[in-house]
């Protein structure tokens, strides 16, 4: 393939796979991989079913697919906030106006420093180590091995409670006498907990009598214990009286959440205080408990900051970019800066694209290979742009672009969009764990039709926000329809239709039907479907430009035999349309 052309097309063929929506049934698609395209095009694509990844360009087929999945856009200048989107917006905004959130950069900061330290010194260790034990015998190694692991454990237990526990150790060393009796009522003590971490507590943080007690509650962890134990026992007993559970619970616990569940242990704070201990092999587990503890912290944490801001409450449309600093390419939020660069693969990038999955979809396959071709890969050309010819400021950049969202000097959340001459379309969003409790991903919608409603006063063909596929089987899918109104694309006559609460009962029974018996199109106009397609109009197949050994020709011009190709074409035809077919070429 000749990497200097656009707009060259290869084809891949059919494809299936199990469906990654319901994990039940089988996904079937249409593919073409190329080195690049014009955003034009792409967006004559976009408005036939087509999506991008990477530089792959795929295409349900309906009428095999168990997921009805329909291209989903909405007009940016029609949407009327939720409230429960205007509640995410403002607590954002609240957030970024302070200094939380830099207050949290930087916490991690510090405690990624730690960790990677430690993790170096254990490095350095093991290598000495290694070489000492090339001469021991095989058991004696295994051993040393095992207590190794041990202590790095350990020692990561123990710095991270050194880091976030001083400023609790003097009130819990002076009443831990109390507090211990206080728990002596409820629980039995268990030697081997008791041993391992009295330990750690009694050498590392000076506490001289720290008992742990297995829970003979409800179990749902391996074991509840320690500190925080205490700290509630104090707490019952109101001796943390400005500093009640509620508010130490949002401020600390979802901090050490992320921080061990990348570690051996995951410590979930219950709502009454306790604190229960998995180990990893209990993850699974884990997670749908920390899920239902998060929920409630969030609920939580919302009602306080909706309390707050409910006193300059305004029933209006949300604003979060500041239109005074607002560029094309740069614009704040608060604290934060936002910049449209193009989508080229950074370590920085990479890094937290890294955490990212890790942390919020457990997955540490992610390479970097992968997050190019998925994320940076540029797809689209992204030469042109577009100068406003109401603002000759104003500039509308076309292409693959990372919107990436920086707090001072750290980057703490990357927007993945493919903007063309009337649209934007939100690709991918990832940011930086410690921030889950935020919305994050809704935040960064929100801040992308702004962008694009603010574009739109330069540009006013620029107006429609693209969401992908809109799935009403899988939860995951369900928030893009909350962007109202918006319009789902019809898979027979590629027209644009509302989604109303009709269309929506009607794709819920269509979804339940056997694949066989269900109807495709969703659009009420009885048209004689699709554009430019009668299957008698073969004629233009001549005029087709293909690509032969690096030379670029109408296929009629070539020495191939256009009745040969007749099947190649129809194929084509039935994917792309007369319009597109124009516009790509077709590599041989
Ligand atoms: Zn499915």
Redesign the pocket.
């Known amino acids: 393939m000749n990497i200097d052309n656009i707009n060259l097309a290869y084809f891949k063929g059919d494809h299936s796979s199990t ?1 990654s ?2 994990n ?2 089988k ?1 079937y698609s249409l593919g073409f991989s190329t080195n690049k395209l014009y955003p034009s095009t792409y967006q004559s694509m976009m408005d036939r079913g087509w999506r991008r990844c990477g530089t792959y360009y795929y295409k349900y087929n309906f009428t095999l ?3 009805l999945a329909y291209t989903i856009r909405a007009d940016a200048l029609l949407i009327q906030h939720k409230k429960g989107q205007r509640k995410i917006a403002k607590t954002f905004l609240k957030v970024v106006q302070s200094d939380i959130l830099k207050n949290k950069v930087e916490d991690m900061k510090q405690t990624l420093e730690l960790i990677n330290n430690n993790i170096k010194e254990e490095k350095q260790k093991k290598t000495q180590n290694k070489q000492q034990q090339k001469q021991e015998i095989q058991p004696k190694q295994k051993l040393v091995q095992e207590k190794q692991q041990q202590q790095i454990v350990s020692q990561e237990i123990i710095n991270s409670l050194k880091l976030h526990f001083q400023q609790f150790q003097q009130i819990i060393a002076q009443n831990i006498q109390e507090v211990v009796q206080l728990f002596k009522e409820y629980f039995e003590q268990k030697e081997l907990i008791i041993e391992q971490l009295q330990q750690i507590f009694q050498i590392n943080l000076n506490i001289d009598t720290v008992k742990i007690f297995p829970s003979q509650v409800n179990h749902k962890g391996d074991y509840y214990t320690n500190f925080i134990m205490l700290l509630y026992g104090l707490n019952k007993k109101q001796l943390f009286q400005d500093f009640p559970v509620n508010k130490f619970a949002l401020k600390f616990i979802p901090f050490v959440q992320k921080y061990f569940i990348s570690n051996q242990f995951l410590f979930i704070q219950e709502t009454t205080g306790f604190l229960s201990i998995f180990t990893k092999d209990n993850l699974q587990k884990a997670n749908v408990h920390l899920n239902q503890i998060q929920k409630s912290i969030d609920q939580e944490k919302n009602k306080i900051l909706i309390e707050q801001n409910d006193i300059n409450q305004q029933k209006q449309n949300i604003k979060l970019i500041d239109t005074f600093t607002f560029n094309s390419n740069s614009f704040q939020i608060g604290n934060m800066k936002v910049l449209l660069k193009p989508a080229k693969c950074s370590n920085e990038n990479f890094q937290l694209y890294k955490r990212y999955c890790k942390e919020i979809h457990n997955n540490i396959k992610e390479n970097k290979t992968q997050y190019k071709q998925f994320l940076c890969e540029e797809g689209l050309d992204s030469q042109k742009l577009i100068q406003s010819q109401i603002d000759a400021s104003k500039i509308l950049f076309l292409g693959c672009f990372h919107m990436r969202y920086y707090l001072g000097d750290n980057l703490v959340a990357v927007g993945v969009v493919d903007i063309t001459e009337t649209s934007l379309s939100s690709v991918y969003y990832f940011y930086d764990p410690i921030f889950e409790e935020f919305n994050f991903g809704t935040f960064g919608a929100l801040v992308e039709i702004e962008y694009v409603k603010l574009m739109n006063q330069y540009f006013p063909d620029f107006k429609y926000y693209y969401l992908g596929f809109y799935l009403q089987n899988t939860n995951k899918m369900l928030y893009k329809g909350d962007f109202e109104p918006c319009e789902l694309l019809c898979p027979e006559t590629y027209t644009w239709v509302e989604l109303t609460k009709e269309l929506r009962s009607e794709i819920d029974k269509r979804q339940s039907q056997n694949i066989n018996q269900r109807q495709i199109r969703i659009s009420q106009q009885n048209i004689e479907i699709i554009d430019d397609m009668k299957s008698n109009d073969k004629l233009f197949y001549g005029q087709i430009q293909i690509c032969l050994n690096d030379q670029i020709m109408k296929l009629s011009e070539s020495n191939l035999e256009v009745e040969k190709l007749t099947k190649y074409f129809d194929n084509a035809y039935c994917r792309f349309g007369r319009q597109l077919m124009e516009k790509l070429i077709f590599e041989f």
Do not use: L, T
Request: net charge positive.
């Open positions: 469906c929506y319901c039940k049934g996904s697919n168990c997921c």
